[in-house]
């Protein structure tokens, strides 16, 4: 299972490419509750209605964090109250790394710094939106130029990216990210 955060799954529904998470066929595809309430905001109805189009045709599943559990004690004190040298983190990040926790899976980010801690602390496999583009490229889903027309759309929507083109980052970061993601 791939815990989505907000601002990775934002990144390809701001773009109307979130149809190639769905073509990669990498795992269940998991929106806690918190990033669908997050998308789900007024002020980006169409975010929120993308959102609802993949749930509604069962290409996403949503899930929440039980009351009373562990993973809503560590959610709470992940968004609230972290440990001594850690700042809070939102609540989108929280929720999708305290349900990858509890399910054994893969945490979907690009909010490496906000989360590396806790990716560290439990042992959990990161992919990210520069990862995901990079498996979409390898499997021929999309050429170099889409790719790095897609990551320009990206950076114009003010997704964060670790590099200025699709090209670059592949050259670059890409093989760092298939260990985080423990090559899947």
Request: glycine content about 8%; some cysteine.
């Amino acid at each position: 299972m791939i815990f989505f955060d907000t601002d990775c799954i934002s990144a390809f529904l701001w773009v109307k490419r979130e149809d190639l998470l769905v073509k990669l066929k990498l795992g269940r595809l998991i929106l806690p509750q918190a990033v669908m309430g997050e998308l789900l905001n007024p002020s980006v109805p169409h975010l929120g209605q993308r959102a609802r189009n993949l749930l509604s045709v069962g290409h996403v599943e949503t899930m929440d964090i039980m009351t009373g559990t562990e993973e809503a004690a560590l959610f709470k004190q992940m968004t609230t109250k972290p440990l001594p040298g850690l700042k809070p983190i939102g609540k989108g990040e929280a929720a999708a790394l305290v349900l990858a926790r509890a399910h054994n899976g893969i945490i979907a980010s690009n909010n490496i710094s906000d989360i590396s801690y806790y990716v560290r602390e439990y042992n959990l496999p990161r992919m990210t939106t520069g990862y995901f583009l990079g498996k979409a490229y390898e499997a021929g889903l999309i050429s170099d130029n889409d790719a790095n027309k897609i990551w320009s759309d990206m950076l114009a929507r003010k997704r964060l990216l670790p590099s200025p083109s699709f090209s670059k980052y592949y050259a670059v970061v890409y093989p760092q990210d298939q260990v985080a993601a423990g090559s899947q």
